[in-house]
């Protein structure tokens, strides 16, 4: 059994959380310039064993796509192309900044780390996975 990873992509950044090997626990991993995340995953799945990517998919509160949908699709037709044999699914990701700010409060993270909008989107992408992985339990 491999690995999760789940991808909060921005513009600017993109938080990337993985699973442990058995897919039990999330774990936010890093935050990775968007224009280097294709590299980065290369390199990631050439040293682990992953078994699926999940983006988060931004939704407006009427559920159409947001207008962010225009940078995520053509990132995922690449992600498919470079790494064609691991599969890539959708998981909702509205609210997910929002509760990544309220978890980072609540774990007691300093006001000036709290103010790093990397790690808002680490744990964003952590929050992505963990929903993602209890959705499929249910």
Avoid: C, W
Wanted: net charge positive.
């Amino acid at each position: 059994m491999g690995r999760i990873v789940a991808l909060d992509y921005g513009r600017k950044r993109t938080g990337i959380a993985v699973t442990d090997p058995l897919q039990i626990i999330a774990n936010g991993l890093t935050t990775v310039a968007s224009h280097e995340v294709i590299d980065f995953l290369s390199s990631y799945v050439a040293q682990e064993k992953v078994d699926l990517f999940v983006v988060g998919l931004p939704r407006q509160m009427n559920n159409e796509p947001s207008e962010s949908m225009k940078y995520i699709t053509p990132f995922v037709n690449t992600l498919k192309k470079r790494i064609p044999h691991i599969p890539v699914e959708f998981a909702d990701e509205r609210f997910t900044s929002v509760l990544a700010q309220r978890a980072i409060l609540a774990g007691g993270v300093k006001k000036k780390d709290r103010q790093n909008k990397a790690l808002v989107d680490e744990v964003s992408a952590t929050i992505i996975l963990q929903s993602y992985m209890e959705s499929k339990r249910s």
